[in-house]
């Protein structure tokens, strides 16, 4: 039982913060609204504060009696990795106006506690991802950190474009739950239990997966699919992106996408008995997805006239990047290559997250329109000359797009730097060309973004500015400054300073097996 | 043995753009002038140190520190040719500072701040020995390039920043996959270290597709003829001193990465030099830019225009006589770096007080300048003729030897010289007829419509920008030996492997192996 509480000490900490906010969310009071977001952030700094002792430190914690937690670097990296931008996505939904009932882009009403509430919710489902050790245990992750995504994008803004994409993130996330299931029965089915290091054993190493496994495996990658925003299961992803508020379209950008990320490849894992190989339908079945997942995003984000549209197009694409990385993990039986596939998604995702909270960042800061009331900017007029009237927030801006295109001096040309690396390793040179193609077409829409704030002249249009002062909500945006600030240092720091991007890498590459290999000593003692 | 002076040439913009940035508006201009005067005397100290007959790397600078997993590492040095792209870059910056000095009004401070970045980017590209390094600079001079286009250019600015940026980094996106290849192959990203790899182990074909990455990246920079589209715009919308750094150094680095990665990686091997059909292409590749810039430079009436596409035609010389692959040949390529680097700079800089002076570039409604402004006369003609190659000016020397370069290789012939040598007399033809047109014939400016008294001739702070580059361009005209044999080392080294075969063959004319210095020295 100690073992147990030890190993999910994070997740019980996010859990009983987050009752306790649901709770003072009955308080109509604006002081408990302000109290929310503090409550939240130091339930998440305790949680990964919990996971930071033990890094380095080579213990795993693991629940020895029922065997269905098992925290390993990688899930301890993952962990780290959710809470500190966990605390950033936070500052980014800061209720900052004076009644404290929303922000500059999101207005929650008297919810504001419930919100944070379901926010710690969504990020302890990561957790438990990341520690599943069982395919139930996984499953509730999964949807933990997706429920409470449908509640958030529909109290988000009281506008109906929002209850309309509430409506639909739900329904399509309830088939690819149901999906998902229905993978994990034939799983457990075929394999008599719902423990992944026993599903890993009862695999037949020689015959590879069975017909009926290889259809779970197929439908599991469909349920992850959705999470991960993979083409074709991507359709949601501009409707949402675009009817939630800024704050909760930047958490939709990050949460459900690590969460699919993480579960695909302990599936993954276990079903290959910790060699990464697997039937090779399985690995074109990925290639595929990559390349349509990479170019479609990409080509459908040319197109975009709405920016938060445009950002849910570049998720896609970047969850495509990080399925080469996927791809090349699959598609090799060295074991130096698998283990740099995965240090590259690790670092990728960590990339991925910090670059794209300070872009929506920026994008909350900037004001929307008048008649388009509880939104930021949302098309190119919008933020049209806004990098000269603020020029940090436009350099910020510039930073995180320069970034998502993966040029130098930022953690995102590293990201794709060590994406590419493995692919090489793997010998998947179509997907790199693919991929370095698929580089040069985002740059096109992400320059559109510093094209307008930088470049064009037009006068914005009928927007805050031309408001009567007395009308405009007053908005204290410090916390969404400070969250924009460190990303932005982080993803320059990061880019700029080889010694920390190293050091970022090695971490990376520690958390770089998922499990010791399943016959290893450690996992024995874990079987006692 | 790690000397502080190339990190300190990399700093000193790098932290004064950054200082530049925080200071008040007033002082943003003197403080650029300062930082990149500054970094040209750390160019002018590299210079005096450098031990010339020396055909290594000198400077070098390692630091275990600055090292990324996987064998890059932030490494330094620079041997004769980086040292003269060096130079050229820190001549051009302070100079086209100074040409920024009145017409830069709006957001100075940024301006000046884009201008250093600029500068330490792309002289991090000439003093990296580390490939990774190398890309990380070649791509980092797109970012304060397409914001000094964007911001402060012309008309057209935003589709011509946005199409150079993207031209380019579509091209080097394939430059870096090829860059990761062979890093991870060689296990080290060291360019040398990466040379001796690909020279002994590359396979045909992966020799064959690496050298179509990186040619991809480097040709689209240069620019050969059919990716050049994105040039004649960028160098017509830019402002004076971006369309200066654009053709004096920017496009260099194009040049300086096919000479430095994609020849001694992609087309020499141990004992041969692979692909001559490739080799074959890009000559005609060179050689239609040559010619169809120099057609289509002629019927331009925007003179910048002119100028940008008379660079297509110029680039075209200096890659056909890299290609080439003869003494003569690489060494004509790498003056005509310099040559071009200073004379279309200096073109570009007398455009642009003309402009400021009219408001038009428009060779229609310009004429007989020279009755008026006889001193920017003097100059533009000067550096006309420079440009067209006159014996005496530096241009002659370098185009003289990138096509003696072409007619005496095994790999290209008569054929190619010929034409190229077509190219100087279209050459001729279209820079003289831009004089004629401009400085010569009638008296003929656009209408004030009463705004401002008549401009008068350029001032000093004008003259005083023109003549260290048209003393440059008298001095590498009469005296080109001293660079030629300066580099002399480093091209042999470039070109080993060729020497080595021709020898095997008994080649006994050693075709190609005379210095080009002594060449230049005969009467």
């Known amino acids: ?528 | 043995m790690n000397s502080p002076l190339l990190i300190l040439l990399l700093l000193i913009p790098a932290a004064g753009a950054l200082i530049g940035a925080l200071l008040p508006i007033a002082a943003a201009r003197s403080w650029a002038l300062l930082i990149s005067v500054a970094t040209l005397l750390v160019g002018i100290v590299i210079a005096c140190e450098f031990q010339y007959g020396f055909s290594g790397f000198q400077f070098t600078f390692d630091n275990p520190h600055l090292a990324l997993p996987f064998g890059s590492s932030f490494s330094l040095g620079i041997d004769s040719i980086a040292l003269w792209l060096v130079l050229l870059t820190v001549l051009l910056m302070p100079l086209s500072i100074a040409a920024s000095w009145e017409v830069i009004k709006d957001r100075p401070r940024e301006y000046y701040s884009w201008m250093l970045l600029l500068q330490a980017a792309m002289l991090g590209v000439f003093v990296t020995r580390d490939i990774l390094v190398f890309y990380i600079f070649f791509e980092l001079t797109l970012v304060p390039m397409f914001f000094i286009i964007g911001i402060w250019g012309g008309p057209e600015r935003r589709g011509a920043a946005g199409k150079f940026f993207l031209f380019t980094f579509t091209g080097s996106v394939f430059t870096l996959a090829a860059a990761i290849y062979l890093g991870y192959h060689a296990g080290t990203f060291d360019i040398a270290a990466i040379v001796d790899y690909a020279r002994s182990s590359l396979t045909d074909s992966e020799r064959f597709w690496v050298l179509l990455a990186l040619l991809a990246g480097f040709s689209v920079k240069v620019p050969l003829f059919p990716v050049h589209t994105w040039l004649p715009l960028a160098h017509t919308e830019a402002p004076t001193a971006g369309s200066v750094i654009l053709a004096g150094v920017l496009l260099k680095l194009g040049t300086y990465g096919l000479l430095r990665l994609a020849l001694p990686i992609g087309i020499l091997t141990a004992n041969s030099v692979a692909f001559p059909h490739v080799i074959h292409f890009l000559g005609w590749l060179c050689v239609i830019g040559v010619i169809y810039g120099a057609l289509v430079a002629w019927v331009q009436q925007d003179v910048k225009k002119l100028v940008a596409y008379s660079s297509v035609s110029h680039l075209g010389f200096c890659v056909l006589g890299m290609i080439a692959l003869n003494t003569y040949g690489i060494e004509g390529s790498v003056l005509y770096m310099i040559n071009h680097g200073l004379s279309t700079g200096a073109l570009f800089l007398v455009i642009g007080m003309i402009y400021d002076r009219y408001h038009t570039r428009d060779i229609k409604q310009l004429s007989g300048l020279a009755r008026r402004m006889p001193i920017l006369a003097f100059f533009f003609v000067l550096f006309t003729l420079a440009s067209i190659g006159l014996p005496g000016l530096n241009g002659f020397v370098s185009e003289f030897l990138t096509i003696l370069g072409a007619f005496t290789s095994q790999y290209l012939g008569i054929g190619f010289g010929t034409f190229a040598a077509l190219g100087i007399i279209l050459g001729a033809v279209y820079m003289l007829h831009m004089v004629a047109c401009i400085i010569f014939g009638p008296l003929k400016t656009p209408d004030l419509h009463g705004h401002g008294e008549v401009p008068g001739d350029i001032g000093k702070r004008e003259i005083a920008i023109l003549v260290p580059l048209a003393l440059a361009v008298v001095l590498l005209g009469v005296y080109p030996s001293g660079v030629l044999r300066s580099m002399n080392d480093a091209v042999t080294r470039i070109e080993q492997p060729i020497a080595q075969l021709q020898q095997f063959n008994g080649g006994a004319q050693h075709r190609g192996l005379i210095p080009a210095a002594e060449l230049a020295l005969k009467p």
């Open chain 1, 1 to 528: 039982m100690n073992d147990l509480l030890r190993a999910m000490f994070p997740e019980i900490v996010l859990c009983a913060v987050a009752c306790v906010l649901l709770l003072m969310g009955v308080s109509m009071k604006a002081a408990t609204r302000r109290a929310a977001p503090v409550l939240a952030i130091l339930a998440l700094l305790v949680a990964g504060a919990s996971q930071l002792s033990m890094i380095g430190g080579s213990a795993p914690r693991l629940d020895l009696r029922w065997n269905s937690v098992r925290i390993y670097e990688f899930a301890r990296y993952v962990k780290l990795l959710s809470s500190a931008i966990g605390v950033l996505l936070v500052l980014l939904a800061w209720p900052s106006n004076s009644d404290a009932t929303g922000g500059p882009a999101h207005h929650f009403g008297t919810e504001a506690a419930e919100f944070f509430g379901l926010m710690l919710l969504s990020i302890a489902g990561i957790f438990l991802v990341a520690g599943a050790n069982d395919i139930m245990l996984l499953f509730l992750g999964i949807e933990l950190a997706s429920i409470p995504t449908y509640i958030m994008v529909s109290i988000s803004a009281p506008r109906a474009i929002a209850q309309e994409a509430g409506v639909k993130y739900f329904f399509l996330g309830a088939m690819a739950a149901a999906l998902m299931l229905f993978g994990f029965s034939y799983l457990f089915g075929t394999t008599g239990t719902t423990r992944l290091d026993l599903i890993a054993q009862r695999i037949n190493p020689i015959t590879g997966l069975t017909s009926w496994q290889l259809l779970a495996v197929v439908l599991l990658i469909v349920g992850f699919a959705f999470k991960m925003a993979v083409v074709p299961l991507h359709f949601y992803a501009g409707d949402v992106y675009q009817g939630a508020a800024t704050p909760v379209t930047a958490f939709l950008s990050f949460v459900p996408k690590i969460s699919g990320f993480v579960a695909l490849l302990k599936v993954l894992f276990a079903v290959t008995a910790g060699t990464w190989h697997i039937a090779p339908q399985i690995v074109k079945l990925l290639w595929v997805l990559a390349v349509l997942t990479m170019s479609v995003g990409n080509v459908l984000g040319l197109v975009q006239v709405n920016i938060k549209r445009l950002f849910a197009y570049s998720s896609i694409a970047h969850s495509g990047y990080m399925l080469v990385g996927v791809t090349a993990l699959i598609s090799t039986t060295n074991y130096e290559v698998q283990s740099t596939a995965l240090q590259g998604i690790l670092f990728y995702l960590t990339a991925y997250g910090l670059m794209n909270v300070a872009a929506f960042g920026v994008l909350i800061l900037l004001p929307g329109r008048l008649n388009q009331p509880f939104t930021s900017a949302e098309t190119f007029d919008d933020i049209a000359g806004a990098g000269r009237e603020h020029t940090l927030l436009g350099l910020a801006m510039a930073v995180s797009c320069f970034s998502l295109i993966g040029i130098p001096l930022t953690i995102g040309f590293f990201g794709k730097f060590f994406l590419i690396l493995p692919a090489w390793k793997a010998n998947l040179t179509w997907l790199v060309v693919i991929l370095v193609i698929n580089a040069a077409v985002s740059a096109g829409y992400y320059l559109r973004i510093v094209g307008s704030m930088f470049l064009s002249t037009e006068t914005p249009g009928p927007r805050f500015r031309q408001q009567p002062a007395s009308d405009k909500p007053v908005h204290h945006p410090m916390p969404v400054l400070v969250s924009v600030g460190i990303s932005m240092a982080a993803v320059l720091w990061f880019g700029i300073v080889f010694p920390a991007t190293s050091r970022l890498v090695t971490r990376a590459a520690t958390a770089a097996h998922i499990e010791p290999a399943v016959n290893s000593p450690v996992a024995a003692v874990s079987q006692r």
